[in-house]
Nanobody, 115 residues
Framework: QVQLVESGGGLVQAGGSLRLSCVAS????????MGWYRQAPGKQREMVAR???????IYSNSVKGRFTISRDNAKNTVYLEMNSLKREDTAVYYC?????????WGQGTQVTVSS
């Protein structure tokens, strides 16, 4: 079955950086779009970034210019580089694969940004 395993979350001060990773298995990674969503306490889940199979990217306005999504097809891994983190970036971040809305979701990794 499809598995998406995230890592890299944690506690960081405002203005700091983190890099999330997600390793996928059970799918043809290179042929599928991958993405990152997040859900903050009391808020709806929202798309953060998405990267197509050909490498095209889209970002939510709230992270544009601060976050970068990338993929390594040889490693079946998608990354989310997060810079200039703000308290409002605090959320559980989910790796996603295929489809829109995504067909597959990881278990999530917590990112907490402190002031």
């Amino acid at each position: 079955q499809v598995q998406l395993v995230e890592s890299g979350g944690g506690l960081v001060q405002a203005g700091g950086s983190l890099r999330l990773s997600c390793v996928a298995s059970g799918i043809i990674f290179s042929g599928n779009a991958m993405g990152w969503y997040r859900q903050a306490p009391g808020k709806q889940r929202e798309m953060v970034a998405r990267i197509g199979s050909g490498g095209s990217t889209i970002y939510s306005n709230s992270v544009k210019g601060r976050f970068t999504i990338s993929r390594d097809n040889a490693k079946n891994t998608v990354y989310l580089e997060m810079n200039s983190l703000k308290r409002e970036d605090t959320a559980v971040y989910y790796c996603t694969a295929a489809g829109l809305p995504p067909d597959y979701w990881g278990q999530g990794t917590q990112v907490t940004v402190s002031s």
